[in-house]
């Protein structure tokens, strides 16, 4: 990927998570809509699809077996600054926030905490039986403050569900039964309900949609094209038209499948157009990478503390107390990033070997010691 195009992908990722920032200080100080929320959440499935097929492609050209070191990437990404977020979510509910907050129910306690550790809130079993009339008591919210947290477990779990179709369908990839079936029954109905319901309507479609422009970008690269700046003008131009007679005929639906798909093509033709380009300015560079690089934190912290300062500022007047909500908000984030996401890889690293072992099927761990006897006698 040349350096414009990464450039182009941060200050995207940079800009969603500002945009839901933005939408979640309108709703609480202004009890506005999330309008734009709803958008860079839609934007962050589009370019989730994208990345994470583009590293099921990497991951394909290395010796099996893979789909565990697939998934310890993806969980060490996704739980690295989750998990301290969710404590220090728990804290702020527990000691500074004194108003619920969230979807109706129980969304405190403990039930909620671990139900929130093990990525199962407002799973899609759980809205199944909402819509039935089901009504029942464990079922599991965000944690109060942390409305975001629904999307997280969306977006894990559709990881999970791409891994195994991806290695296991597609790839022939084997793994313990005991590991595969637990793996499906909790991914599988996540895919498929949000494919056409849920909080976003068509979330797994749109992250399909980031999907195949990741394969029609690998495929483009294996042909060895090098004039691109035509495909680019056209997926441009087109999208842009369709989504102006889309927006003008019924309005703007950032979960609408077809007009994703056409802002996908705005995304995606501008991708092709910077792709030959080899750098961006250094000053702008600099930017968009520091800017992406907590922006996963913002996203995760920084609706409990709006609503921290929110509460604590009832007195002062809100065009000084959303300043300064915003400011706490970034900087909450940026330690969050500090302490605990940028090390992900390191996580990752850890993760790999113990995931490996513990999803690969027995007859390989002693194929695996066979071979190692085997190649060792040589040299007793």
């Known amino acids: 990927m040349s350096g414009a195009a990464s450039a182009y992908l941060d200050a995207l990722r940079a800009i969603a998570a500002n945009v839901v920032v933005v939408s979640h200080v309108v709703l609480i100080y202004l009890g506005g809509g999330t309008v734009g929320a709803g958008f860079a959440v839609a934007l962050f499935f589009l370019l989730s699809g994208f990345l994470i097929t583009q590293s099921m492609l990497n991951w394909r050209a290395r010796p099996p077996p893979r789909l565990g070191g697939f998934l310890a990437d993806r969980v ?3 739980v690295t600054p ?3 977020a969710l404590l220090l979510v728990v804290a702020a509910n527990a000691w500074f926030i004194t108003s619920k907050w969230g979807e109706p129910g129980a969304n405190t306690g403990m039930a909620t905490f671990l139900g929130n550790l093990l990525m199962l809130q407002d799973h899609s079993v759980f809205q199944l039986l909402g ?3 089901i009504d ?8 109060n403050a942390a409305e975001p947290f629904w999307t997280v477990s969306i977006e894990m779990w559709i990881y999970v569900a791409a891994g195994l179709f991806f290695f296991c369908v597609l790839g022939r990839e084997r793994i313990r039964r005991r590991i595969l079936w637990p793996l ?3 991914s599988l109905p996540v895919v498929v309900w949000n494919a056409a319901a849920g909080g976003g309507k068509s979330l ?3 992250w399909l949609l980031g999907a195949v422009a990741a394969c029609a970008q690998a495929q483009l690269s294996a042909s060895g094209r090098q004039r691109t700046g035509w495909l ?5 131009t087109f999208g842009a038209a369709g989504l102006t007679g889309r927006i003008a005929k019924v309005g703007f639906d950032a979960y609408e499948l077809q007009t994703m798909a056409l802002v996908a093509m705005m995304v995606f033709g501008v991708w092709v157009g910077l792709a030959r380009v080899p750098s961006a300015p250094p000053l702008l560079d600099r930017a968009c990478r520091f800017l992406a690089s907590y922006s996963y934190s913002l996203y995760l912290i920084h609706n ?3 609503i921290v300062v929110f509460e604590a500022t009832q007195g002062m007047s809100r065009w000084l107390s959303i300043p300064l909500a915003v400011l706490l908000s970034h900087v909450v984030a940026i330690g969050l990033y500090v302490a605990f996401e940028r090390h992900h890889r390191r996580v990752a690293l850890w993760l790999r070997p113990r995931f490996a072992r513990a999803i690969a099927p027995a007859v390989v761990h002693e194929s695996a010691a066979s071979t190692r006897s085997y190649g060792s006698a040589p040299h007793r």
Do not use: G, N
């Not at 029942?136 to 944690?143: D, E, K, Q, S």
């Not at 680019?232 to 441009?236: D, N, R, S, Y």
């Open 76 to 78: 060490a990404r996704i």
């Open 82 to 84: 989750y998990v301290p």
């Open 131 to 133: 819509i039935l009339h």
């Open 136 to 143: 029942v008591p464990w079922r599991i919210r965000p944690y």
């Open 184 to 186: 499906v029954a909790l």
């Open 204 to 206: 797994t479609l749109i």
């Open 232 to 236: 680019a003008l056209w997926l441009v």
């Open 304 to 306: 409990t503390v709006l």
